[in-house]
């Protein structure tokens, strides 16, 4: 061995600071990650994100968008012997797929707002809708632009561009808005992260200028319940809901109609008739029927709140009922039992 070459010992200490180093390192971004307190620690295999394939539903909403754009930019030709709602779609497209007169689109477009809206479902969130509206009036917008810098070339006599310098073309606005969509999606669904520390659950959520931070401590924990749906047993991925006395992971349901009254008609009068009496009773138990309102409550799988979608569910689930054991009442009323009965011995 020659002099200049360090020695073994030397190698093993210089491994060793290295690893140690990179652990600090590391501890210290989960530490203003999350906001630990002092002494607190993510567990090993402690953090989650949800899965990629858990938003799969707002990528195919993109891949909806692109295919409306496709739709209006190369509206079909019916043939002579096609059919009578064949023939009327193409004539329906192509006196609506103009660029200078887009109100098929904003009608196509907008009905899938609404509908997507009113299902509420993973893709209905806010952000998801707001993007829908804005390529929905993206072409009335263009033409607005353009119609007023034409009318002020007529009235001001001077040479003005439009704000926005291109027309809207189906097929590329298409393609542009399919792309930003599917990479906003993306940043959504790592905009969510999940921790399970020497301490409590946190669930931590941060989108665009959407900020929201939630501790659970594991004494606060009644209930940990797994979600499977059949694509997420297909894909590998489930939900796992935190269920805690506060009511946390539950949301109430109503489920019913209200027509904003509570009488349902004029109040009985002295002089009325038994049979006016009878026949205004049978009115307001019909009229109670029909706006009768069920409130129902149900588990809440939303990303904010729960382990939403994520491949490791069982060693999610493991660790919160390992650290709920540890933390509870029933456990430390044990340990404090055992303690007692060696101290007597």
Not at 9 to 20: G, H, I, N, S
Not at 153 to 179: C, K, Q, R
Request: hydrophobic share 40%; aromatic share 10%.
């Amino acid at each position: 061995m020659s002099e200049d070459s360090p020695a073994p010992e030397e190698d093993e200490k210089t491994e060793a600071t290295t690893l140690e180093s990179s652990e600090d390192a590391r501890i210290e971004a989960q530490t203003k990650k999350y906001r630990l307190i002092s002494g607190e620690t993510v567990l090993e295999n402690g953090e989650a994100r949800p899965s990629t394939l858990a938003f799969i539903g707002m990528y195919f909403i993109g891949l909806l968008v692109f295919g409306v754009h496709i739709l209006f930019s190369n509206p079909p030709e019916a043939s002579g012997d096609a059919s009578f709602g064949v023939k009327l779609l193409a004539t329906i497209l192509e006196l609506s797929s103009g660029e200078d007169l887009p109100i098929g689109f904003v009608l196509v477009m907008g009905g899938i707002t609404w509908i997507n809206r009113m299902l509420n479902i993973s893709t209905s969130g806010r952000w998801t809708t707001t993007a829908l509206l804005a390529i929905t009036l993206a072409p009335v917008i263009v033409q607005i632009d353009q119609l007023i810098a034409t009318i002020a070339n007529i009235f001001l006599a001077e040479n003005m561009e439009p704000f926005i310098p291109i027309d809207y073309s189906y097929f590329w606005f298409g393609i542009v808005f399919t792309l930003a969509f599917w990479a906003a999606t993306l940043f959504y669904q790592r905009s969510f992260s999940y921790a399970i520390t020497s301490n409590a659950v946190i669930f931590q959520h941060s989108f665009m200028l959407s900020r929201s931070h939630r501790r659970i401590l594991f004494d606060r924990i009644s209930e940990v319940m797994v979600e499977r749906t059949p694509m997420g047993t297909v894909l590998g991925y489930a939900t796992v809901t935190i269920m805690t006395d506060s009511g946390v992971g539950l949301v109430d349901e109503t489920v019913g109609m209200s027509a904003g009254t509570t009488g349902g008609g004029a109040s009985d009068n002295a002089g009325d008739s038994a049979a006016s009496k009878v026949k205004r009773g049978l009115f307001k138990s019909f009229f109670a029927f029909l706006t009768y309102q069920r409130t129902s409550r149900r588990v809440d799988p939303d990303p904010k709140h729960c382990f939403y979608k994520v491949r490791k569910w069982e060693n999610v689930k493991l660790m919160l009922n390992e650290m709920h054991k540890k933390h509870s009442s029933s456990n430390l009323l044990e340990d404090l039992k055992t303690a007692m009965t060696k101290d007597d011995s």
